[in-house]
């Protein structure tokens, strides 16, 4: 999926999945302040947390359902109304 965003925007994609499932997400972006967290059905906080884990991950689905994933910027660029290019790649096996 390529797209950008600026400022505070954010991004969220979707994607159903079965508990025992595989996911990898891995984001390139332009920005260096571009993250991305992943969040599962009904969780008070992301299970992976870019802006401390980094820019890709790859996981065993604990659960099924609506899993998100956030693609957003830092709060020091968005004050500076900065803009990210990137791509995400989501795979889920």
Known sequence: ?????????????????????QMSVQLDTDNSSNYFNVTGPGADAALFNGSIEGNGTSFVIPSSGDWVVDVYLMRNAARRDERADYTLTLYVE
């Open 1 to 21: 999926i390529s797209d950008s965003i600026t400022g505070y925007e954010s991004v969220r994609y979707v994607v159903g999945v079965s508990a025992g499932q």
